[in-house]
C-alpha cells in the first residue's frame, strides 16, 4: 500500500463482552515510527482548529471520543473524512493542508506524529503552502 495520500485505514479491534480494545504499533497498523502524541479535547461547539500543514511530518489522527471532520486538501482540492470511530485512524502525509471542524461534544482526537515538535516544520499560510506545492 502507498502512503502517499490521505487514506483512512483500520485499526485492530478486539471484542470482548467486558469492552473492545484496539491497538496502534509503529509501522505496523501505522507507516510510520511514532516520535509524538498529542491529543485534541474540550473544542467549543462551532469552533474550527485553523489550518496548516508540514513540511516532513506524517500524522495519524484517531477519534478516540464523539466525531469531528478533517478537511484535507492537497493544493488542488478538499477531501472531507468524517471521524466517529476509535477503530479508524486517517494518514495524513506531509506537505498536506489540514483543519479540524464540526466537534461533537466530549469528543477527543489523538494525533500520532512522525516527528518530535517542530516549529519550523509548520506552514500556517495558505498561501505559502500552495507555493511550496507547486514547486515540489
Same mark, same amino acid.
Request: proline share 5%; charged share 20%.
Given at each position: 500500500?502507498?502512503?502517499?495520500?490521505?487514506?483512512?485505514?483500520?485499526?485492530?479491534?478486539?471484542? %470482548?463482552?467486558?469492552?473492545?480494545?484496539?491497538?496502534?504499533?509503529?509501522?505496523?497498523?501505522?507507516?510510520?515510527?511514532?516520535?509524538?502524541?498529542?491529543?485534541?479535547? %474540550?473544542?467549543?461547539?462551532?469552533?474550527?482548529?485553523?489550518?496548516?500543514?508540514?513540511?516532513?511530518?506524517?500524522?495519524?489522527?484517531?477519534?478516540?471520543?464523539?466525531?469531528?471532520?478533517?478537511? =484535507? %486538501?492537497?493544493?488542488?482540492?478538499?477531501?472531507?473524512?468524517?471521524?466517529?470511530?476509535?477503530?479508524?485512524?486517517?494518514?495524513?502525509?506531509?506537505?498536506?493542508?489540514?483543519?479540524?471542524?464540526?466537534?461533537?461534544?466530549?469528543?477527543?482526537?489523538?494525533? =500520532?506524529?512522525?516527528?518530535?515538535? %517542530?516549529?519550523?516544520?509548520?506552514?500556517?499560510?495558505?498561501?505559502?503552502?500552495?507555493?511550496?506545492?507547486?514547486?515540489?
Amino acid at each position: 500500500m502507498a502512503f502517499d495520500q490521505p487514506q483512512i485505514l483500520n485499526l485492530p479491534k478486539i471484542y %470482548d463482552s467486558r469492552g473492545n480494545l484496539s491497538f496502534i504499533e509503529s509501522y505496523a497498523q501505522v507507516p510510520f515510527a511514532i516520535a509524538r502524541a498529542y491529543w485534541i479535547y %474540550d473544542v467549543p461547539g462551532g469552533q474550527v482548529r485553523n489550518g496548516h500543514a508540514f513540511r516532513t511530518q506524517q500524522e495519524f489522527i484517531i477519534a478516540l471520543s464523539g466525531s469531528f471532520d478533517v478537511v =484535507l %486538501d492537497d493544493g488542488i482540492q478538499e477531501t472531507r473524512f468524517h471521524m466517529s470511530r476509535s477503530y479508524f485512524g486517517l494518514f495524513v502525509p506531509p506537505m498536506t493542508w489540514r483543519r479540524m471542524d464540526n466537534f461533537s461534544t466530549n469528543s477527543i482526537a489523538l494525533v =500520532l506524529s512522525s516527528t518530535p515538535y %517542530d516549529a519550523d516544520d509548520y506552514i500556517e499560510d495558505y498561501d505559502e503552502f500552495k507555493k511550496a506545492k507547486s514547486n515540489e
